[in-house]
């Protein structure tokens, strides 16, 4: 597995993994499509970037962290994550958010993530450290130095 910085084009094939998700009923992938084509996001300002993980050939994953606009401090959302089905708990989750955050946090020492798309993002995004949070723009929080799992 590895990952890899997205810049100017995002990977070939990511129409099959929108359409993994979509069979899942999330939309990220879909809507990071979307913004992408129109130009409205392309993770290019402000510290924000987007990752791809890959197994060999295939696109197993990918995700992205911008600036966070709901919080007064200085703060890096995370965005867009979805990993293909195959792909979970073999470690490409993990390994994508760890590089997203790692990339963050050189930006910010707080992060944001929406947890509200599977059932399986909270307890993933906890895994990974971040805490609930009681928000209308965001689910969890992570605060370097405040929190474990990371």
Same mark, same amino acid.
């Given at each position: 597995?590895?990952? %890899?910085?997205?810049?100017? #084009?995002?990977?070939p ?7 993994a ?16 084509? !129109? ?8 510290? *924000?970037?987007?990752?791809? !993980?890959?197994d ?8 992205? @962290?911008?600036? #966070? $606009?709901?919080?007064?401090?200085? !703060? ?12 979970? +708990? ?8 760890? $590089? ?10 707080v992060?944001?993530?929406?947890? +509200? !798309? $599977?059932?399986?993002? *909270?307890?993933?995004? #906890?895994?990974?450290?971040? @805490?609930?949070? %009681?928000?209308?723009?965001?689910t969890?929080?992570?605060? $370097?130095?405040?929190?474990?799992g990371?």
């Amino acid at each position: 597995m590895r990952i %890899e910085r997205v810049h100017s #084009e995002l990977p070939p094939d990511i129409g099959s993994l929108a359409s993994a998700a979509a069979r899942e009923g999330v939309r990220n992938v879909s809507m990071l499509i979307a913004a992408w084509e !129109a130009g409205e996001q392309r993770f290019d300002l402000d510290g *924000a970037a987007l990752f791809a !993980a890959r197994d060999s050939d295939a696109l197993a994953g990918i995700g992205g @962290v911008k600036r #966070e $606009t709901a919080l007064a401090e200085s !703060a890096m959302r995370m965005h867009r994550f979805y990993v293909h089905p195959l792909y979970r +708990r073999r470690g490409a989750g993990r390994r994508l958010a760890q $590089t997203v955050m790692d990339h963050a946090l050189s930006h910010a020492s707080v992060l944001t993530c929406n947890a +509200r !798309a $599977t059932p399986l993002a *909270a307890p993933f995004w #906890e895994s990974m450290g971040f @805490v609930k949070a %009681e928000a209308d723009d965001y689910t969890h929080i992570f605060r $370097t130095g405040m929190n474990t799992g990371a």
